[in-house]
């Protein structure tokens, strides 16, 4: 079992960034690809960004490239999501996900934190 918690979520103005951590717990961390997930209301989960197992490869929706970065510290077990100029579409909560491959479908991760809410006001 991993267990994940995200943090780092608040409401922000368009335009400013904010970074999410997720701290993983239980199984070794560096032997899973991690990925960022967020759900607005009434919508489906949808792919944000991934990484792979030691960091050497990351992918992004189209939507965040140029805006956001993701990173981990396996030595902290620990995977960020840098976010930057925010736009009110970001809106949702983030989740991160922990899974064998680099992947942006929801079901190739094995294992998901709660998720932290991430609101960006106009």
């Known amino acids: 079992q991993v267990q994940l918690v995200e943090s780092g979520g608040g409401l922000v103005q368009a335009g400013a960034s904010l970074r999410l951590s997720c701290t993983a717990s239980?199984?070794?961390?560096?032997?899973?690809?991690m990925g960022w997930f967020r759900q607005a209301p009434g919508e489906e989960r949808e792919f944000v960004s991934a990484?792979?197992?030691?960091?050497?490869?990351?992918t992004y929706t189209d939507s965040v490239k140029g805006r956001f970065t993701i990173s981990r510290d396996n030595a902290k077990n620990t995977v960020y999501l840098q976010m930057a100029s925010l736009k009110p579409e970001d809106t949702g909560i983030y989740l991160c996900a922990a899974g064998p491959y680099l992947r942006s479908r929801v079901a190739e991760y094995d294992y998901w934190g709660q998720g932290t809410q991430v609101t960006v006001s106009s």
């Open positions: 239980g199984r070794t961390f560096g032997n899973y690809a």
């Open positions: 990484i792979n197992y030691n960091g050497g490869s990351t």
